[in-house]
């Protein structure tokens, strides 16, 4: 008799696990797939964290569409590990299990004032402005002309962006509902960008960093002192074509004049905050004590305050200075790094005190945000993906499996969630989530519409048979 194919439990349904997902396919090998997903929707950080005027990069859904309807792969939306399902649930039921679970908090600057009314954390406001149900109701006030975006990669170009966008562009896009009145309403008119190190430092990608160049209404400007370089930066660049792309297009806002009717963005570099200023319980500005850069023996570029402070007028700030992961109920979990301890995409034990040791977690693997730390951009997760499924297929050759061997014919994971009661949604439920949410989409000229609320996904989902609880199936 042939056995039945392994069974796979892929932990978060954004680009990560879907690419894990499609490498297991690609390779031949009889596989059965389940993606298990906290929100009804799945996508991840390309439906929560893409900005909405970006709709070419959401494209990629497509790919991982086609492999949602693929035979071997069942869908688990609205699914909460630690809470509807444990991670001995999961060993119990699947031969490997993948942790794709991304970095789903903010990092803090810890300075004085972070706390302050007006002080935010990218992550919230692009969650917020995304549609993410856990900020549905989420508030941003932006009666102030003044922002200081305290970051330099795309999230703080995302950010800045959004604030000083065109309403009427912002409103042909998938953004959310709930924030475009105040978007509309907004009294934002500068965004400064603000950079601990040099302009040759800066993480920024070349479309992004060039869009505010063509922006209806919007200059870009930038200090032309500080984009001097020392010879470690200069030596940093050479082979380097999109540092270089970037210290072009940033030379080009250093020699452009804004106009008093244009909306601002200013990059500044060389200049770290050290406390947020606040007035009455809200930010009132940020004070900044600027750098110097110091080259180590590694070729690390780091920043060194000088001493010398000024404070910046703003009513409001946005730290945009990293993701981090959050431990899950059962997961291993290093949280000095903020990731699921791995040795390539192998789980390893941790130890007393949160240490790691190497003991690996048989069957078990990380991918993604979750393997790595909050690095690179979408696509990132192809490579590191395959890297992580190229091990697991070694170790099923070599009969390591999660829980200690092969899954032991306990009843399937749909038949837990129905006994527990969880209302989960499948492929064909998210098929329908989709459907209404592009159909109100293109009643008003726009790419969709999202649900904001849990609530409003199941009710688009219906009620599968797979799900009918009121039955008692």
Not at 453 to 461: C, I, N, P
Request: glycine fraction near 12%; include cysteine; charge should be neutral.
């Amino acid at each position: 008799m042939t056995p039945p194919p392994p069974r796979v439990a892929i932990v978060g349904a954004g680009p990560a696990g879907f690419y894990a997902a499609q490498a297991l396919l690609k390779a031949g090998d009889p596989v059965a797939i389940d993606l298990v997903n906290r929100l009804p929707a799945p996508y991840g950080l390309v439906r929560d964290g893409v900005a909405p005027d970006h709709q070419t990069i959401k494209s990629v859904v497509r790919v991982y569409a086609r492999v949602l309807a693929r035979e071997e792969v069942r869908y688990f939306g609205n699914v909460t590990l630690g809470q509807d399902v444990t991670v001995d649930d999961l060993r119990a039921r699947y031969d490997q299990i993948v942790y794709a679970v991304g970095a789903q908090s903010a990092r803090r600057m810890d300075i004085p004032g972070e706390d302050l009314e007006g002080s935010h954390a990218a992550f919230n406001f692009v969650a917020w402005y995304n549609a993410h149900p856990d900020f549905r109701d989420a508030r941003f006030n932006l009666d102030s002309e003044h922002v200081v975006v305290v970051g330099n990669g795309n999230v703080a170009i995302d950010v800045a962006r959004i604030l000083v966008h065109s309403y009427d562009r912002l409103a042909a896009t998938d953004i959310a509902d709930h924030a475009l009145e105040p978007l509309r309403r907004s009294r934002v008119r500068r965004v400064t960008i603000l950079g601990r190190r040099g302009p040759a430092q800066a993480s920024f990608t070349n479309p992004e960093l060039r869009e505010f160049g063509r922006l209806e209404g919007v200059c870009a400007e930038a200090d032309g002192k500080e984009l001097r370089l020392d010879a470690a930066s200069e030596a940093s660049l050479e082979g380097d074509a999109v540092k270089k792309r970037n210290m072009a297009i940033l030379r080009e806002y250093a020699a452009a004049s804004c106009g008093d009717e244009e909306r601002v963005v200013r990059f500044r570099f060389m200049a770290s905050p050290v406390e947020v200023i606040g007035k009455d319980g809200r930010v009132a500005g940020v004070r900044v004590e600027k750098n110097r850069l110091v080259p180590g023996e590694d070729g690390y570029v780091r920043a060194e305050g000088t001493g010398e402070t000024e404070v910046v007028p703003c009513g409001m700030v946005i730290r945009s200075v990293g993701y981090r992961g959050k431990r899950l109920p059962g997961m291993p979990f290093d949280e000095r790094r903020g990731v699921v301890p791995n040795d390539g995409g192998r789980v390893l034990v941790p130890g007393d005190g949160g240490a790691v040791e190497r003991d690996i977690v048989p069957g078990e693997y990380v991918v993604g945000w979750a393997k790595r730390g909050p690095s690179g951009v979408i696509g990132t997760n192809k490579a590191d993906s395959t890297a992580t499924v190229a091990l697991m297929r070694e170790d099923a050759r070599d009969g390591v499996w999660a829980g200690g061997g092969r899954s032991r014919g306990v009843d399937d994971l749909a038949d837990l969630l129905r006994r527990r009661r969880v209302r989960w949604v499948d492929e064909e439920g998210w098929g329908r989530i989709d459907a209404r949410e592009t159909a109100r989409g293109k009643a008003e000229g726009r790419p969709r519409v999202k649900f904001c609320t849990v609530e409003e996904m199941l009710e688009s989902a219906g009620k599968g048979a797979t799900q009918d609880l009121e039955a008692g199936v």
